[in-house]
């Protein structure tokens, strides 16, 4: 079964720092371009980050640019999402998501971890 | 950056066809893909590349491309297909990945 499992969400004070995980398995990770996409209560989709297979690429939205760092292992199947100088807006559920290519459609979602940044 | 347009919100009774608008400056030029998503659920892809349904969605959801507006067609709509609808491009020229803000379809 094709899975992303996301974890390390939680509570954080404004100015703090946060890693994220995600776990695949059921797929060749190895061969897919990785995603995080985030969703503020209420709120719409947005695109946060993003890296090729082999870790070589990265993009980061204008919104989190110089203070997110997304990264993968390989050889562990885990993307990771490292936040930093978190403000109140970056309050969301945050989505490990694979796309069907580097440019795809994003075919699979985990089921997404809570961030709070809150003092 | 580029900027995609849906209407917050679709109603349709039971049985009938729903269609949901994205509208984006040459939008015909770029591939579309539509998400369903549920509530306390994660989105669900429904249509990529314009027009094409991944496994396990029903032939009912189809999708179309062309000038400046996409849209999904949701068939013979039932209860179960209540939920939010996005729709998203890679946008070449900024290297900008975007989602709509969403449409709410409600069945009556």
């Known amino acids: 079964e094709v899975q992303l499992v996301e974890s390390g969400g939680g509570l954080v004070q404004p100015g703090g720092s946060l890693r994220l995980s995600c776990s695949a398995s059921g797929f060749a990770f190895t061969s897919y371009a990785m995603h995080w996409v985030r969703q503020a209560p209420g709120r719409g989709l947005e695109y946060v980050s993003g890296?090729?297979?082999?870790?070589?690429?990265?993009y980061n939205a204008d919104s989190v640019k110089g203070r997110f760092t997304i990264s993968r292992d390989n050889s562990k199947n885990t993307l990771y999402l490292q936040m930093s100088s978190l403000r109140a807006e970056d309050t969301a559920v945050y989505f490990c998501v694979k796309s069907l290519g580097d440019f795809g459609a994003f075919d699979i979602w985990g089921q997404g971890t809570t961030v709070t940044v809150s003092s | 950056s580029y900027v995609l347009t849906q209407p917050p919100s679709v109603s349709v009774a039971p049985g009938q066809t729903a269609r949901i608008t994205c509208g984006g400056n040459n939008i015909g030029g770029k591939s579309l893909h539509w998400y369903q998503q549920k509530p306390g659920q994660a989105p669900v892809l429904v249509v990529f590349?314009?027009?094409d349904r991944p496994s396990g969605i029903p032939e009912r959801f189809s999708g179309s491309n062309s000038g400046n507006t996409a849209t999904l067609t949701i068939s013979r709509v039932e209860a179960g297909d209540e939920a939010d609808y996005y729709c998203?491009?890679?946008?070449?020229?900024?290297?900008?990945?975007?989602f709509g803000g969403g449409t709410k379809l409600t069945v009556l």
């Open positions: 590349d314009d027009s």
């Open positions: 998203q491009v890679w946008d070449t020229s900024s290297d900008h990945r975007v």
């Open positions: 890296i090729s297979s082999n870790g070589g690429s990265t």
